[in-house]
């Protein structure tokens, strides 16, 4: 069996960000997930897009199997102290570890994933990712942030 894993990102719907900050998304605990629309703000979110809609075109024309993978943010130094944002889109080092684990041996033909750690604050949902892949994350960026994990 032959399987692509693409690192996409996030930001192919990272237009909902601001909308959603705007709303109050804490208050509301709004969750993007694998079913809206893509709304990419650069040529960067685009060109996932595009990744993503090659990988789609080959499992449907040829049966590659792809899965794609909404990637949150990832740092060398794997402290969501670095910037605020991080509290709501850190995915840590164990976590990207064990996803892509779980990736090559899940029984997923094609799927798009958010690949983001299980941070209190996060805005997108996860739940197809623990449901279809069996993804367990161990981390959540709040308690990093006020020390309360250590890892």
């Not at 998304?25 to 079913?35: C, D, G, V």
């Not at 703000?41 to 199997?65: C, D, M, N, P, Q």
């Not at 033909?109 to 449901?131: M, P």
Request: aromatic share 16%.
């Amino acid at each position: 069996m032959k399987r692509i894993i693409l690192a996409s990102s996030n930001q192919v719907t990272n237009g909902y960000e601001s909308f959603i900050n705007r709303l109050g998304w804490q208050e509301y605990k709004i969750m993007i997930n694998t079913r809206y629309p893509v709304w990419p703000v650069s040529y960067y979110g685009i060109s996932k897009v595009y990744g993503e809609a090659i990988a789609r075109f080959y499992y449907e024309t040829s049966g590659l199997e792809s899965i794609c993978l909404r990637i949150g943010s990832v740092s060398k130094a794997d402290d969501p102290k670095e910037y605020s944002r991080l509290l709501s889109t850190w995915f840590c080092h164990k976590d990207v570890a064990q996803l892509f684990k779980k990736n090559i041996i899940s029984n997923v033909s094609f799927g798009i994933y958010y690949a983001v750690s299980n941070n209190k604050d996060r805005f997108w949902d996860i739940s197809n990712t623990i449901h279809d892949l069996g993804y367990e994350s161990v981390c959540d960026a709040s308690l990093m942030y006020f020390g309360c994990l250590s890892l």
